[in-house]
């Protein structure tokens, strides 16, 4: 039976907003939204008059089920160390459903995610993009790979200069960084069968199907990126991108998108002394193409919505920040053709909120994810 939830103002992310709008959900999908809608006859009505409708937030860079809450860092899955290459690892073979974070994104709106392994080697291993209900991975899944994950300055320094191994150094990063890249577009070159799984997880990336998502915080391993990415031909997008605001010309020129965040924490070494909270205003005025993150558990998935909030503050549009949360997010693991938006057609995710999304006043009162209402506070009314 069709559910048609009716009287909120909708906000789309990518088709303005809706006073008054109906919003109709069918199966797992959204059949209709606009504000002329009729239900389904048979349609399970809902009025949420004076509530806000949003689609449901998309983090694209979190650790959860590999770093799980409440477990303590002895049982984190997110970093296999010994090699700085191992692009053949992957976040699904690792992501446990049932960390109590997921939980958390649920309650606070979230309803996809992208996880991350973590940042102690120069090639990383494969992102995967979930949602954040299901028994198993296969029910979760939306896609994997969304990228694979590379890293420089000093987290690689550190793990591997503490072992007085290479990379000790920004130059020891981007050259091992070359050498696996040179490496991957000759095997892909090759087609003699035989068969290297560390090669063959990066023959995507030398193709183009997925971008490199590069950890980097200082404005000149952000250029690094860009440097390699353009020397390669590759598909880019930086993670974190703490200095970002300092060459967002030349982010916006290469086309390269940032995952920018968190910011809602301390500085936590010197890569990040140079935060700035004019920095998601300055990217977006530059086009660059920006969501938001909480590097969960950094900052708790939770207060995911926080991070926009924070952005509006300082300048941001409420418009933007709320791409920044959802649709950006979506287009920069390549989802977006399932996720990110209230459109007729994709996944029905979506948020019922008290208010205005980036009012500090405001709640969720309910989520559903793929058409089914996932959880509702009291006194919701979905």
């Known amino acids: 039976m069709a559910l048609a939830l009716m009287g909120a103002r909708i906000m789309t992310a990518s088709d303005g907003v809706i006073e008054e709008g109906t919003l109709v959900i069918e199966g797992r999908t959204i059949e209709a939204v606009g504000a002329d809608v009729r239900p389904p006859k048979d349609a399970e009505v809902q009025d949420l008059r004076g509530k806000v409708l949003i689609p449901g937030m998309i983090d694209a860079h979190t650790h959860l089920g590999l770093c799980q809450d409440g477990v303590g860092a002895s049982q984190s899955d997110e970093d296999e160390v010994g090699d700085p290459v191992v692009p053949h690892l992957r976040a699904l073979d690792a992501i446990n459903p049932e960390d109590i974070a997921f939980q958390d994104a649920l309650k606070g709106g979230v309803t996809t995610v992208g996880v991350m392994p973590g940042s102690f080697n120069v090639i990383c291993g494969q992102p995967a993009a979930v949602k954040v209900v299901g028994r198993t991975l296969e029910e979760m899944l939306v896609r994997a790979p969304v990228g694979m994950k590379i890293a420089f300055g000093e987290r690689p320094k550190q793990v591997y200069g503490g072992m007085k191994k290479s990379p ?95 910011w809602l924490k301390t500085r936590g070494n010197l890569e990040q002394s140079g935060r700035s909270p004019d920095s998601p205003r300055i990217l977006v005025e530059n086009g660059v193409l920006t969501a938001f993150s909480t590097d969960h558990p950094v900052i708790p998935i939770q207060n995911h919505r926080m991070q926009g909030m924070t952005a509006v503050e300082h300048g941001v549009s409420p418009e933007e920040a709320l791409k920044a949360l959802t649709l950006n997010s979506a287009r920069l693991m390549g989802i977006d053709e399932r996720v990110g938006s209230l459109e007729k057609g994709k996944d029905a ?28 506070s009291e006194p919701a009314r979905i």
């Open 168 to 262: 000790m150094t920004r130059m020891g990063i981007a050259a091992i960084l070359r050498e696996g890249l040179a490496r991957a577009q000759l095997y892909a070159a090759d087609g003699n069968g035989r068969r290297d799984l560390r090669q063959e997880a990066m023959v995507p990336v030398v193709r183009k199907q997925i971008p490199l998502r590069a950890h980097a915080h200082r404005a000149d391993d952000i250029m690094t990126a860009i440097r390699i990415a353009r020397e390669f031909d590759l598909d880019l997008i930086i993670e974190h991108g703490t200095d970002g605001y300092k060459v967002a010309g030349e982010l916006a020129e290469a086309g390269v998108g940032v995952v920018h965040g968190p």
């Open 349 to 376: 995710d979506v948020v019922v909120l008290s208010g205005p999304p980036f009012d500090a006043a405001t709640q969720v009162e309910g989520v559903i994810v793929n058409g089914t209402v996932g959880w509702t």
